[in-house]
């Protein structure tokens, strides 16, 4: 059988997504399905690309720009912090890419979305995205089940 795709945040440097990243794959493999974590660092140009053209397209609405000066202040404040604090955001950085490495298991580098749409046919069964807190373990197995009834022959 093919393996489970999941797409996650694994790369964000913050225990949210870090966590719950993690969670995915070990419940995963709690249900015995064989899964890999899907490695964007091939095409996270593309991604960045593709995220500011579409916040320069939004940005357009007052509601959603009002939302992002909140969060461009919050990096603002992150980017000139204090010494120690940026002493601390290193450290905290080291341990966020020392954990990823040792604990996701990465697929193999696609070096752009076009390339890992090509290969998901062959190299997976299904493509979990995101996740759900309640009653996780019995929806993604429903998920799964229910995704491997669909797939293409």
Not at 41 to 64: Q, R
Not at 119 to 134: E, P, R
């Amino acid at each position: 059988m093919k393996k489970t795709a999941i797409v996650s945040c694994y790369f964000q440097h913050n225990y949210g997504s870090m966590l719950q990243a993690y969670a995915t794959q070990m419940a995963l493999d709690k249900l015995g399905y064989e899964n890999e974590t899907i490695d964007i660092l091939g095409f996270n140009g593309e991604i960045k690309k593709a995220k500011l053209l579409y916040f320069a397209k939004a940005s357009l609405t007052s509601d959603i720009l009002l939302s992002k000066l909140g969060m461009a202040r919050n990096v603002l404040i992150k980017k000139f912090s204090i010494i120690s604090m940026h002493k601390l955001s290193r450290f905290a950085q080291k341990n966020f890419d020392e954990f990823s490495r040792k604990q996701f298991r990465l697929s193999p580098k696609y070096d752009s979305k076009a390339e890992l749409g090509r290969k998901c046919k062959d190299n997976y069964s299904s493509v979990l995205v995101g996740v759900i807190s309640y009653g996780f373990l019995e929806t993604l197995q429903r998920i799964i089940t229910h995704s491997t009834l669909f797939q293409r022959q």
